[in-house]
Every structure is written in C-alpha cells, then in structure tokens.
C-alpha cells in the first residue's frame, strides 16, 4: 500500500514540475521572483517511535511526502516520547510539528481539558498544555465564558460555539481517535472495570478486580510505553498518571459510570456558586503512618497554585483561596464561578504529603525517587524501561481485592504479545495493534483461549501540533491547507484495520463524547491534496521556478 502510494506521489511531483510556467496564484500572471515572498522553511516533525506509535510514526512520514509536492522540505523525525515531551513542554520551544495524542481519561468527558487548558492563551507559555501555542482572543473569551457558566444548557451552546472557532482555525490537525481494545486473562481474574476513555488499567480495577485463586494475586500488567516521571508537579502523561493516581489519593474520584464519588472527601457543600467547602475523611494515614490531614490538602492545592504553567494549571487557576473551617472542613473560595470543579479539579489533584514536601526547595526539579502517598497501593520500586511495582496498603479505607500489581515496560507490542501467549503478562494497559486484535479473536481454543477482549470508545484523539508562533503554521491558510494533506480513511481503515474513528482539522471534542460533540462544525476530514493547493494558492503563496513554495509576498 505504501509502496504504491509513494509511486503515486513521485508521478505526481514529476507532473507538478513539468507544469512550472508556474505563474503568479496559478492565474497566468507571470511572476519575478523578487516579487515572491520568503521561501517557506524546511521543516521538521518530531514523530513517534515506530514501536510505541506506528499509526503517529506513518502519518508523519505520509505528511513530509505530501509537503514535498508542494515545495516544501519536512524531515519525520522518530523521537522517544519522554524527550518529546520536554521539547514541547521547554522553555525554548523549540520545533515545528509533532505527533502525539491525549488520552480520553474520564475527566475529559467535561469539556474543559479539551477547550480550555490545551486551547487557551493563558496556557500556551512554556510548561502548559497549549503546545500548538494557539492564540485567538475571540476563542479565549468563549473558553472562559463556557468554565462560569453554570446552566449546563448554555454552557454547551459556549462549547459548541468555541468548537467551530478551532475548526475554522485549525490550530492543530486531528488524525483518529482509536478504539480501547484490550485484553486480560479471564482464567486467573475477573471483575475488571472497562471505563470509555480508560481502558482496563483505570483508577477502579486495580481496587476490584477479582483473583480467582490464591495463586495469582499480583497481576502484571503490560505497556509499551515507559513511565518518564514520578513527580506529581513535574509528570505530564498518562503513563505516568496511570500509577501516581493509585499511588497519591483524591477528594473525588469519578466511578465507573462517571459520576463524581467521595473518596478522601467523605462530602462536599456547594455554598455558592464561588464557595465549596469539603468534608476530609477521617482517619487516613499516608504509606509511612503520618496521619492525611486537612493541612495536607491545603497545602498540595496551594502548591499547584504557585505553577501558572503546570499540567494542572487550567484546573486550579480559578481558586482564589483555601481555607481551613474546622471539623476536617476544608473550604476553596473561587475567584469565579467555575462549573467543572467537582469533576476535573477535586478529581484530579493528589494529596501530597506536606511534611515530606515542604522543605523541598524546588518542586519541580525534586527527583521523587520513593513517592509516598495514602492512595490504595504502597510504590515498592521503580526500574527505568523495565517495571514498577507496587503493593497493597492494608490499613487503605477501601478494601482492595488483589496484593499487588507489576506494570511492565515492553520495547514493542510484539514482545507483549508473546508474554501474553505465554502467561506472563495478566492485561494490557493500552490499546491493542490492530494486527494483534485479529491474532486474538481468530484464535479458536488455542494459546490465546484464556484471554477476553474488551472494546470501549474512546474520547481521545491523536494528533499533528503545529507550532502557531512559527512560520509557515502562523499562517491559517497554511494550516487549513495541511488538513487536507492527512489521509484520515488511510490512517483508520489501514493502519488501524477499522479499530478506530478518523479526526479532521481542529477537531478537539469527538463524537464519542456525544453530549457536547458540535456535529454541526464542517470538519475538514478528507483527503484532497488539490484543494491543499487551491487554499495556498487563494492565500497567496506561490511556486518559484524550482517548485518551492514561498509565503505570501508582504
């Protein structure tokens, strides 16, 4: 398939420069090429390793050929993800393109984390999650609007609204969203949760899942990407998130049917719309016996407070203050009313221990090397590229069903694979390869009986981030150009065998988050490499004598 695309591509790049009588916009006007703007750059994108991403590392080699068509030099650059990370989230910022993805954790079924913190300018600075460094006043103002607004009804019309913003702008170009297949051995455990968005590995079965015999009672659970950081102020990923948050504890967690649950608060009394006091549950210790007090809580808030550019950021920024009231009552007056704190700001932050942390001079920098919490389960020992390994806190308030567990780093999925035959590994905690999913269902009896599969829809999506102060990406028409570059029906039918749903240009809020999808937005979603140059051309770009393309002339 590939091989006969990159046919098509040389043919039709033969074609394009057999046709340089190539005139000003393509309308006949003959051009000196003085009178041409700059040259657009060559560029680079930073790409997933072929191991971990297949589907990312492809596409972006699929975009560098679809650029060279159009005169323009993109070098696909394989980058480990622990160090694409500290490129888009540096001081420097430092590059042009990428592909990366964020997951559908539960707390994104609000709207917030994909309108707000990854879109708005107050988060596009070194550190935050704006890292296609989009800014447009107009979208910030509904972004903001849409976190006071109480009546969900008109907060949703905000979203909405704000979503036809980012389509028109295309601040980034959305690939897919994949399907959550994965897999665990039905013969040694059951009760596991399967949580849209989650997968497996969530925040509830490791709690519930069920040993079937006393002889395996500490699962090992499987990723193909390793833990990077296991530092709350400094960890900016899932894989990272997925251990720290049954590490560290809560106030609230959202269950399995997404609905905000007491955890370390035992209740919550919504004052006003600005004032929320919070009741702490008594009686909970962190993993070295210190008791988890109200001044605990306090001061973790407060810590992430004092990082404007922190992965939490967005979610703590509307606190004005925290207070303590008496009776382990803890109270968060906000600045404004923000409508999503119950669910992504008390279910998100860890509870830290302030006797451990406070002395610590620089948050972000300090290596945690034994991360101490009051979560369910007690960290045990990390081993970069290898393993994590955690056990169960028996004086935790809520009973937890399993010892243990190991969360095993693989090099690729094919590795995974083969311990899954084997025995070795007891679930997945990411998406299965699509090939990988049709081995384990074609298996009629054989060495893969003892696995189930299980399939939720994600709100997740994968994408290529441009960087908006960067030319030529500060150019809309530029950007809105590329969408149409991306084989959307490629990436999904091929490359993920239909074990997916294709994205499309500022796409940001997928239609498995049916309640505040806009399925009204026109979405750039198709393949169309001619409307590509129909776009350049009516923006004013133009071709010099040796095919490369040049911005728009000042």
Known sequence: MRSQKLLALCLAAFLVLSAVSLTAAGRGEAVDEEDMGELVPELTILSSLPESNRPNYEMAQELADELALLGVTMNAQPTDFAVLLDVIYGEEMDYDAYTIGWSGRVERLDPDMFVYSINHSANANPGGNNTSRYVNPEFDALADAQRREMDIEKRRELVWEAQRILAEDVPRITMYSRANVQTYNHERYAGLENMPGEGLFNEWTPMVMEPLSDDYTVPVVASNVDITNLNPFDARSVYD?????????????????????????????????????????????????MPVTPEDVKWSYEAFMSMPDSYFAAFVQPIDTVELRGNNVIRFNMEEPYAPFITTTLTQIPILPKHIWEDVDDLIQYHNEHPVGSGPFEFVRFRQGEELVATRYDDYFHPVNIDGYIFKIYASPEGVLTDLELKQVDMVSYDLVAAHINQIKADDGGRYSHLTITEVPDIGFFYIGMNNNRAPFSNKDFRVALSYLVDYDYVVDVLHDGYGAKGGGGLVINAANEFWHNPDVPIHDTYNPERAREILTDAGFTWDSRGRLRMPAE
């Open 241 to 289: 998130w997925r251990n720290l948050r049954l590490i560290y504890d809560k106030l609230v967690r959202l269950s399995p049917e997404v609905e905000p649950t007491p955890w370390a608060a035992v209740e919550w009394d919504i004052i006003d719309d600005v004032t929320i006091d919070v009741a702490l549950r008594e009686g909970m210790e962190f993993h070295d016996g």
